[in-house]
T-cell receptor
Framework: DAGITQSPRYKITETGRQVTLMCHQTWSHSYMFWYRQDLGHGLRLIYYSAAADITDKGEVPDGYVVSRSKTENFPLTLESATRSQTSVYFC????????????FGPGTRLTVT | DAKTTQPNSMESNEEEPVHLPCNHSTISGTDYIHWYRQLPSQGPEYVIHGLTSNVNNRMASLAIAEDRKSSTLILHRATLRDAAVYYCILRDASGGSYIPTFGRGTSLIVHP
């Protein structure tokens, strides 16, 4: 089925380790987004991408790295995980960026110990 | 940046209509009003959006004030499955680098 998937769904890692969260969409949407969700903060945009090889920072980009070599994939890397990065991470995609609806993945629950 | 204000929580009884308000007093002429909802343990899902006119779809209705400084999401008959956090956000159609802000949304509690 077409859609947007995230992997892994759950991840526990230690402080200082590198972690990569994967996001894959089958709609050929041009825009993709990464959000994090913490209790009391709602959803906060980390990075977004308008097309392959084009990425830009959101509200809370520090400590994260993204790349987009293919339209359908948008991995998010925590180069040296910290406890403050314990969160639920959502990937989303859309046809035309911010104006029209976004489709969200199921989320990855990351715990940094 | 235009932002929205929503009540933290609202309660409703099953099969009754629900009106979820959103204030966006600094909205610009090119901002679309979007609503999303997030069911427990799931990612947000799109509900409806509009610019100036009221909008209806299979999920809900969106009533937009004439001055566009507020809007109301209407669920015509609430069900237990409608218990979720509802987010009202603004999307800029002008092509600028506006970063959307989801905020905390309104937590809707539906009583059987």
């Amino acid at each position: 089925d077409a859609g947007i998937t995230q992997s892994p769904r759950y991840k526990i890692t230690e402080t200082g380790r590198q972690v990569t969260l994967m996001c894959h969409q089958t709609w050929s949407h041009s825009y993709m987004f990464w959000y994090r969700q913490d209790l009391g903060h709602g959803l906060r945009l980390i990075y977004y991408s308008a097309a392959a090889d084009i990425t830009d920072k959101g509200e809370v980009p520090d400590g994260y790295v993204v790349s987009r070599s293919k339209t359908e994939n948008f991995p998010l890397t925590l180069e040296s995980a910290t406890r403050s990065q314990t969160s639920v991470y959502f990937c989303a995609s859309s046809h035309t960026g911010f104006v029209y609806e976004q489709y969200f993945g199921p989320g990855t629950r990351l715990t940094v110990t | 940046d235009a932002k929205t204000t929503q009540p933290n929580s609202m309660e409703s009884n099953e099969e009754e209509p629900v009106h979820l308000p959103c204030n966006h007093s600094t909205i610009s002429g090119t901002d679309y009003i979007h609503w999303y909802r997030q069911l427990p343990s799931q990612g947000p899902e799109y509900v409806i959006h509009g610019l100036t006119s009221n909008v209806n779809n299979r999920m809900a209705s969106l009533a937009i004030a004439e001055d566009r400084k507020s809007s109301t999401l209407i669920l015509h008959r609430a069900t237990l499955r409608d218990a979720a956090v509802y987010y009202c956000i603004l999307r800029d159609a002008s092509g600028g680098s506006y970063i959307p802000t989801f905020g905390r949304g309104t937590s809707l509690i539906v009583h059987p």
